[in-house]
């Protein structure tokens, strides 16, 4: 692997690392409330105040008048790390309340601000972050697997098989999406627990998505059966199945490879799209898109720039990711020639 | 040839010498106008207002959405209208009224003399024809319900060319407050099409100017699909101001299409609208912080008359296939239920987060901002979780081990408020409750619906367990509300269509609506509604969240701007609205 390879593949692994672990970084339960601080600007890190220096950092208490926010300098919260707070699941099954960051007392930490309920915006862009980027992982995988298959399948077989099934990937190419997820959504009951719209909606992203994928997977396949190891391996009396295994699924490989690193920060973004629209996760799970919906308002947007912090959370994620997809192609390139 | 040529000179020089002397700026002395005595103001220039969406219609009797109803409005006028300042009537198109003594008879005085914008003199014949198609079933008007009392539509009688008779089935509160809404249309435009049975079409968004009149300050100028309507001075208007100067000060009045409430504000911080109510308060903070730069005038006029609320489905459902809904009614029904979920909504944190200070909480359906009605003795708890708790208990619900609220057979407690997903205040209330909701250990789904597809779940399909909605702001009176409190009512959300009352505080409320319909003594009236609201709080068939104060900004040029509570709050007045330093015309002055 080439070094920029390895270095984006390190910030990919401590992106999804920092996410995996959100309820232990975060300092806040996502969902939880606080009616008094209400679109309070981010907490700034202090470390002179007026007796001198300190090595510890701390934050100053908030509060509220004509012009918002303001820091009240009678009240120091110093930061403390490894502290007991709100109770969370690490990693969905061991139940703590271990927090990587704190502040004792009434303070609050608020890395990057809150909403408009006072929910601390960086525990959600951690917590919504698992919710968008799991969404854009499954939903990617769920597309690879139906189209290697459907691609395989058409590749090898040729024939009607091929005619039939690249005819539906054509239409699923020219299927308007959105407007499909639109109508979709109103066909579902009310009652849908976020749990159950996270699947439908990553189901629903992955099955439409199917299509690319199986027209390059057809392609090679297509190209890879008449190679010479192939025919032999047919002469000898392999089954269809090994050989798609064996011989032809290798060729692939390397494609799937760059196609996930592609749909990957596609579908996360579809989700966002989604949510933004509301027809994603309803609250109070946070999601990137639907923590980016509040500022469908004029008001929001022009007066609360810390609330576009999932926006460049997607942002940097796509980009290690498109990148990732750049360096893989032209190493897969490389090798092919 | 010649002699023909000089005739039909003579002819036109002569029709607008009548025309000169019919509509001159100074009024003459056979028109009977209304003065303002202490409106003053510079003549000329026009304002322009953006609105979020494009009128329907201009046709007053059949519009029913708010914007066609803001234009139609300022090219109409009514026989009494509401002073909007003072919620007052005052006389309008009629001078003066007489109430018989048995309270059912009305007598009217028109004012002589006044003209349609159109330049034909308006009389009494013009008020029975309005009414005649008010009252038609076949035009189906939405104004129709209010002429009807006791299944009996009232009678129009012309006494003679000035004069009309009113007579009502029985006694009715306030009936002169019935006439603000019901417009005036000119007779000698509206009859062949209404006889020809083509009413509904007349006066549509593409009728040419010239077919549209009223008696309003402004008439049809212009009408742009998809971008702007503009109405120009109505040179025959009935107002004069405190110097006898003919009232609208205004030459034009331009209504843009903007689309939606952040664009009117874009519009506005930009310059190219001049006025905007019903702002949101965050819209109206960031229009204060910008005051500096803008100078805007600002007004924020206290809590309004709407109501936010949280309804639960108690609908009768068996006809209808929704078992899980009609299972989940059980707690629906429960009084100590409701009381519960009513003690849990921490409403100053709706007032404060939602509406940024500009509100006020709600008890009852009737707010701090009416003051003639408002039953104050109605309590104010504190929102209280123990209280809560001790209720849910008390009616046989209990907790599992992980603070999961079960009812008395063990299920679940959970269930979904729907919400119009456009309106971002009741998302946020939504958002609110279900914070406040989880404590009680109730699971709580929102459900932000498309606003078309939710009225379909609350009024037809009943497909629904709870939702957040919000209704008044027309009139202070109760009358307009019977609708909503009668069993019978068409608004009478938690349980749409009883045949009879459901339970017995309903019946009472029904007794208690109609007594007071037909009392006329105010302090009278007030105790019998008094007794409804509270019978309302008791039994919360809403549980009530808050009520946002009516906010609205003008351009600081703008002069005489008076806004007001009840709709159209900056508009009310247009008639009098004139723009600061504006080129003073001839005639004007």
Not at chain 1, 71 to 91: C, G, M, T, W
Not at chain 2, 313 to 325: G, I, M
């Amino acid at each position: 692997m080439r070094f920029k390879t390895k270095l984006l593949v390190a910030a990919l692994v401590v992106v999804h690392f920092v996410l995996l672990f959100a309820g232990f970084i975060a300092p806040y339960d996502p969902a939880e409330q606080n009616r008094v601080l209400p679109y309070a600007p981010p907490s700034r890190l202090h470390f002179r105040d007026a007796s001198g220096f300190h090595l510890r950092p701390f934050v100053y208490g908030l509060k509220l008048d004509l012009d918002g926010f303001t820091e009240d300098k009678n009240q120091v919260f110093p930061i403390h790390i490894f502290v007991r707070a709100s109770r969370y699941k690490l990693l969905g099954f061991f139940e703590t309340n271990w927090h990587l960051l704190g502040v004792s007392g009434s303070g609050r930490l608020v890395l990057l601000g809150t909403d408009g309920f006072g929910r601390d915006e960086f525990s959600r862009v951690l917590h919504g972050g698992q919710i968008s980027v799991a969404a854009g992982i499954v939903a990617t995988f769920d597309a690879l697997l139906v189209g290697m298959m459907l691609g395989m399948l058409a590749g090898y077989y040729g024939g009607w098989v091929d005619e039939s099934l690249m005819g539906a990937a054509e239409l699923f190419l020219s299927l308007p999406w959105l407007y499909f997820l639109l109508g979709v959504r109103a066909f579902l009951p009310l009652h849908v627990s976020p749990a159950r719209t996270f699947l439908l909606l990553t189901c629903v992203i992955g099955l439409i998505g199917w299509a690319r994928p199986a027209r390059l997977v057809r392609g090679i396949v297509a190209s890879a059966r008449s190679r010479n190891h192939v025919l032999a391996a047919r002469g000898f009396g392999a089954s269809d199945f090994y050989l798609l295994r064996r011989h032809i699924f290798p060729e692939i490989y390397g494609v799937l490879l760059t196609q996930a690193t592609v749909l990957i920060p596609r579908y996360i973004a579809a989700e966002v799209a989604l949510s933004f629209l509301g027809l994603g996760v309803n609250e109070p799970v946070a999601s990137w898109g639907n923590m980016l919906s509040t500022l469908q308002q004029y008001s929001v947007l022009v007066s609360y720039a810390w609330l576009l912090a999932p926006a460049c959370a997607l942002v940097v994620t796509s980009v290690i990711y498109s990148l990732l997809a750049d360096c893989l192609h032209s190493q897969l390139k490389f090798q092919s020639s | 040839m010649k002699l023909i040529t000089n005739l039909a000179l003579l002819v036109c020089l002569h029709a607008a010498l009548c025309f000169a002397v019919i509509a001159p700026e100074t009024p003459s002395a056979g028109e009977e106008l209304d003065r303002a005595a202490d409106v003053s103001g510079h003549s000329g220039g026009h304002l322009t207002i953006g609105e979020r969406a494009e009128p329907k219609t201009l046709n007053p009797v059949i519009a029913t959405d708010a914007v066609s109803r803001e234009v139609i409005g300022r090219m109409m006028a009514d026989l009494v209208e509401i002073n909007r300042a003072t919620q007052q009537t005052q006389p309008a198109l009629a001078k003066s009224w007489k109430i018989a003594p048995d309270g059912r008879a009305f007598t009217l005085q028109l004012r002589k003399g006044i003209r349609f914008s159109d330049g034909h003199p308006f009389d009494a014949d013009d008020v029975v024809f309005s009414f005649k198609v008010y009252m038609d079933e076949n035009v189906d008007s939405p104004q129709r319900d209010l002429l009807i009392v006791d299944g009996k539509p009232l009678t129009v009688t012309k006494l003679d060319q000035y004069t009309v008779q009113f007579t009502l089935p029985r006694p009715y509160a306030a009936a002169e407050r019935i006439f603000d809404g019901l417009a005036m249309l000119p007779k000698h435009l509206l009859e062949k099409p209404y006889h020809e049975g083509k009413f509904a079409q007349a006066w549509s968004l593409n009728a040419a100017a010239s077919e549209v009149a009223g008696l309003g300050p402004f008439r049809l100028k212009q009408y742009v699909p998809g971008q702007r309507v503009v109405l120009e001075r109505n040179p025959y208007y009935w107002r004069v101001d405190r110097d006898n100067h003919r009232l609208p000060y205004l030459d034009e009045l331009v209504f843009l299409f903007v689309g939606t409430e952040d664009a009117q504000v874009m519009r506005f911080e930009a310059g190219e609208t001049n006025l905007v109510s019903r702002l949101s308060s965050e819209n109206y903070n960031l229009l204060t912080r910008e005051r500096a730069r803008t100078n805007a005038q600002l007004a924020d006029l206290g809590p309004s008359l709407e109501y936010n609320f949280l309804v639960f489905n108690q609908n009768d459902l068996s006809s209808k296939k929704l078992d899980a809904t009609a299972q989940r009614q059980k707690w629906f029904r429960a009084l100590k239920f409701r009381q519960a979920v009513s003690a849990a909504v921490d409403r100053d944190a709706i007032v404060r987060l939602v509406y940024g200070t500009r509100g006020s909480a709600l008890w009852g359906n009737v707010g701090p901002g009416n003051k003639l009605w408002s039953n104050t003795s109605i309590p104010h708890p504190s929102p209280s979780l123990d209280t809560a708790r001790q209720l849910l208990k008390s009616a046989g619900f209990s907790w599992n081990q992980s603070g999961q609220l079960l009812d008395a057979s063990g299920q679940q407690v959970e269930f979904s408020i729907v919400i119009s997903s456009s309106n971002t205040q009741r998302m946020k209330m939504a958002t609110l409750l279900q914070d406040d909701l989880s404590h009680l250990g109730m699971q709580v789904h929102l459900v932000p619906l498309e606003f078309r597809a939710l009225i379909d779940r609350v009024f037809q399909s009943l497909d629904y367990d709870a939702a957040i909605m919000g209704l008044g702001g027309g009139d202070a009176d109760p009358n307009p509300e019977m609708n909503v409190w009668m069993s019978n009512g068409t608004s009478h959300l938690w349980n749409l269509g009883e045949t009879q009352p459901a339970t017995a505080w309903e019946r009472e409320i029904d007794q208690l609506m109609q007594q007071q319909m037909i009392t006329l003594d105010y302090a009278k009236r007030k105790q019998l509604y008094d007794r409804v609201q509270s019978l309302i709080s008791e039994n919360l068939p809403f549980i009530f969240l808050a009520t946002p104060n009516v906010l609205a900004a003008a351009d600081p040029r703008v002069g005489n701007f008076h806004p007001a509570t009840l709709d159209p709050c900056t508009l009310w007045n247009v008639d009098e609205l004139y723009v600061r330093g504006s080129v003073e015309i001839a005639g004007a002055r």
